[in-house]
T-cell receptor, first 115, second 117 residues
């Protein structure tokens, strides 16, 4: 099955600096890579996702890059703000189309943005 | 957007009793429902996958007789924790997926905090 590794497990940055979280996956058939932000006791919130036919995607201060050859994908947050503090999870799935493909999650990164 | 309503949001039960958690898709047909468990400061671990009208597929190490999943309709799936024990205390989250048309994203419920005393 799929195995997703996520680093670092914790990350502290000064407000305004950038944060980068990296993930690797093992299943070459995975083609959908979402990133979730989870606050304590809440559901995961999708913040950005990328499909395997795209190498990079950006949404305001958030960007995701994908290297299919190396099976790496990364989350980049620029101009961090205290409200960005949360746990971030990467995930991988074979299911960019219809089907019951499950998401496999990384172990999470606790991001702390210091004012 | 797609919404999944999960109830209850929290529940406290005594050891040996059973607890039912419901997830309803409010504005789309949830062909597939995934059930996750999340321990404090850990990731989401998939427990089982269910397709409407079929038996659930359980992940290795998850007891199907203890965690009963029913997905009898395209808008409702339930997870029943039977004979609960303190080690079953956890955060349980469902995630629904539509089978065709529109978005193929995963929509999460708000989670249920189960505490077994």
């Amino acid at each position: 099955g799929e195995n997703v590794e996520q680093h670092p497990s914790t990350l502290s940055v000064q407000e305004g600096d950038s944060a980068v979280i990296k993930c690797t996956y093992s299943d070459s058939a995975s083609n959908y890579f979402p990133w979730y932000k989870q606050e304590l006791g809440k559901r995961p919130q999708l913040i950005i996702d990328i499909r395997s036919n795209v190498g990079e995607k950006k949404d305001q201060r958030i960007a995701v890059t994908l290297n299919k050859t190396a099976k790496h994908f990364s989350l980049h947050i620029t101009e961090t703000q205290p409200e960005d503090s949360a746990v971030y999870f990467c995930a991988a799935s074979r299911g960019s189309g219809a089907g019951s493909y499950q998401l496999t999650f990384g172990k999470g990164t606790k991001l702390s943005v210091i004012p | 957007g797609a919404v999944v309503s999960q109830h209850p949001s929290w529940v406290i039960c005594k050891s040996g009793t059973s607890v039912k958690i419901e997830c309803r898709s409010l504005d789309f047909q949830a062909t597939t429902m995934f059930w996750y468990r999340q321990f404090p400061k850990q990731s989401l671990m998939l427990m089982a996958t269910s397709n409407e009208g079929s038996k659930a597929t359980y992940e290795q190490g998850v007891e199907k007789d203890k965690f009963l999943i029913n997905h009898a309709s395209l808008t409702l799936s339930t997870l029943t924790v039977t004979s609960a024990h303190p080690e079953d205390s956890s955060f349980y989250i469902c995630s629904a997926r539509s089978g065709g048309g529109g978005s193929y994203g995963y929509t999460f419920g708000s989670g249920t905090r189960l505490t077994v005393v």
